[in-house]
């Protein structure tokens, strides 16, 4: 699939996949970001990506990032709508720092990865009762019932 991609500094790479079977490609930090001790703060990702309709650009932390910066992404996951797609509508990457020291994100990093998944949006059906008897309250999959 051909998804149109604009880098805001060409002198970054494009992002890419790091092997034949990865489903994620790394974001590349367009600029140094101090990100201030138990703060949040954007870091910028360097592209705008215009995503066909029906398709969405997931946003998460690179496994090492925590390890390596102790950044974390605050809500888990970025959702990217395939309309955010304006000249300037650069992808952006939360974190937040709950350490007691400032943590600098150098340009070049590569802060998070991408997952291009397809989309659908519901055509909700409101209902009196569901069909389906109960299973148990949240988190209970696997779980035994004695």
Same mark, same amino acid.
């Given at each position: 699939m051909k998804i149109k991609i604009k880098r805001l500094d060409s002198s970054l790479p494009l992002p890419r996949y790091e092997t034949g $079977?990865? =489903?994620?490609? +790394?974001?590349?930090?367009?600029e140094d970001t @101090?990100?201030?001790a138990n703060s949040f703060a954007l870091v910028p990702g360097n592209v705008v990506v215009q995503l066909p309709l029906g398709y969405a650009l997931l946003v998460a932390s690179r496994s090492s990032t925590p390890r390596r910066t102790g950044l974390v992404?605050?809500?888990?996951? $970025?959702? =990217?709508?395939? +309309?955010?797609?304006?000249?300037?509508?650069? @992808?952006?990457?939360?974190?937040?720092?709950?350490?007691?020291e400032v943590v600098i994100v150098k340009r070049g990093d590569r802060i998070a990865q991408g997952v291009i998944v397809n989309t659908v949006q519901a055509q909700w059906e409101e209902v009196d009762e569901m069909d389906a008897p109960s299973r148990g309250g949240f988190g209970s999959t696997g779980q035994s019932s004695g």
């Open positions: $079977g990865s =489903v994620g490609f +790394d974001l590349v930090t367009r @101090v990100v201030a992404v605050p809500h888990g996951i $970025g959702i =990217v709508d395939s +309309d955010y797609c304006g000249p300037e509508d650069e @992808v952006m990457v939360q974190v937040w720092n709950p350490n007691a």
